[in-house]
């Protein structure tokens, strides 16, 4: 599933990033890499998804979120 239909309150793991390299290497200076654990504080679908990863909440654009293929972290 993509990032950006997660919900609330939920953990994830990062498969894929499918984004421009530039973007990509940014995330990934960030610790948004393959095999990272985010959690969705915010998914409102109007605007930017809250998440949290390596300790640090950051906001991810629609369109970057709609680019990061995620599984559900085992509860």
């Known amino acids: 599933m993509r990032l950006k239909e997660g919900k609330n309150d ?3 793991i990062v498969e894929e990033i499918h984004i421009e390299l530039n973007l990509e290497r940014r995330l990934e200076a960030l ?3 393959q095999g990272s654990q985010v959690t969705i504080l915010n998914n409102d679908k109007k605007g930017a998804l809250t998440v949290r990863f390596r300790g640090t909440r950051f906001a991810l654009g629609r ?9 559900e972290a085992a509860a």
């Open 31 to 33: 610790g948004l890499t």
């Open 63 to 71: 369109r970057i979120a709609d680019n990061i293929i995620v599984r």
């Open 10 to 12: 939920h953990t994830y």
